[in-house]
C-alpha cells in the first residue's frame, strides 16, 4: 500500500474510480462527463502545486489506484491565516478498511503541516453515508463536528419565483 502524489499515468485508473464513485453517491443523476473530469484532474496533476494536493492510495502488483483525495490550501475571507479544506476524499468498496483512508488523510495533514496550515476542514455530502461512517471516522481522527451540509434543487425555479431578499 502506497500513498503518493497524481500522476498523469493515473489519469485512466483515477478516471475510472471517479465514474464509480459518481454512480454511488447522490450526484449520480447529474450527467458524468468524463472530458471534464479528466481535464480537471490534469490540470490538478500538472498545475495544482503549491495550492492543491492530489493524493493517491494504491494496492497491489501491478499497482492499482484504490483511493484518492484532493485537498486546496485556502485563507479565509477574513483572515491572512493558511487553512486546508478536502475537496474530494474516496476509497473504492473493495479496499475500504484497508487503511487506505486513514493513510490518505495522514498524508494531508503531513503536507498540510509543512505548509503551515492552521486548521483542515473536511465534509460530506456525497449522499450515500446513511451509517455515518464519514463522521465517526473523522471524529476518531481527530476532527471535530461543526455545521451541516443543506442542498436544494432548482427543478421548476424561475426567474419569477426565485427570491433574493
Same mark, same amino acid.
Given at each position: 500500500?502506497?500513498?503518493?502524489? !497524481?500522476?498523469?499515468?493515473?489519469?485512466?485508473?483515477l478516471?475510472?474510480g471517479?465514474?464509480?464513485?459518481?454512480?454511488?453517491?447522490?450526484?449520480?443523476?447529474?450527467? #458524468?462527463?468524463?472530458?471534464?473530469v479528466? !481535464?480537471?484532474?490534469r490540470?490538478?496533476?500538472? =498545475?495544482g502545486?503549491?495550492?492543491y $494536493? #492530489?493524493?493517491? !492510495?494504491?494496492? /497491489?502488483?501491478?499497482?492499482?489506484?484504490? /483511493?484518492?483525495l484532493?485537498?486546496?490550501? *485556502?485563507?479565509?475571507?477574513?483572515? *491572512?491565516?493558511?487553512?486546508?479544506s478536502?475537496?474530494?476524499?474516496?476509497?473504492?468498496? *473493495?479496499?475500504?478498511?484497508?487503511?487506505?483512508?486513514?493513510?490518505l488523510? +495522514?498524508?494531508?495533514?503531513?503536507?498540510?503541516?509543512?505548509?503551515?496550515?492552521?486548521?483542515?476542514? #473536511?465534509? +460530506?455530502?456525497?449522499?450515500?453515508?446513511e451509517?455515518?461512517?464519514?463522521?465517526?471516522f !473523522?471524529? =476518531?481522527?481527530g476532527? $471535530?463536528?461543526?455545521?451541516?451540509?443543506?442542498? =436544494?434543487?432548482? $427543478? /421548476?425555479?424561475?426567474?419569477?419565483?426565485?427570491?433574493? *431578499?
Amino acid at each position: 500500500m502506497a500513498i503518493r502524489l !497524481a500522476q498523469l499515468e493515473d489519469l485512466p485508473s483515477l478516471l475510472d474510480g471517479a465514474r464509480r464513485m459518481h454512480a454511488l453517491t447522490r450526484f449520480r443523476h447529474l450527467p #458524468f462527463s468524463d472530458r471534464r473530469v479528466e !481535464a480537471s484532474f490534469r490540470e490538478l496533476i500538472e =498545475k495544482g502545486a503549491p495550492r492543491y $494536493a #492530489f493524493l493517491v !492510495a494504491s494496492s /497491489g502488483s501491478p499497482e492499482r489506484i484504490v /483511493g484518492a483525495l484532493i485537498g486546496v490550501l *485556502e485563507r479565509h475571507i477574513f483572515s *491572512e491565516t493558511l487553512t486546508a479544506s478536502v475537496m474530494h476524499f474516496d476509497v473504492l468498496p *473493495e479496499a475500504r478498511m484497508g487503511g487506505h483512508a486513514v493513510r490518505l488523510l +495522514t498524508a494531508f495533514e503531513g503536507w498540510c503541516r509543512n505548509r503551515g496550515v492552521a486548521e483542515i476542514a #473536511f465534509g +460530506t455530502n456525497s449522499g450515500h453515508d446513511e451509517r455515518n461512517l464519514v463522521g465517526r471516522f !473523522a471524529i =476518531k481522527a481527530g476532527y $471535530a463536528r461543526v455545521g451541516e451540509n443543506y442542498v =436544494k434543487s432548482t $427543478a /421548476g425555479m424561475t426567474p419569477n419565483n426565485i427570491r433574493t *431578499e
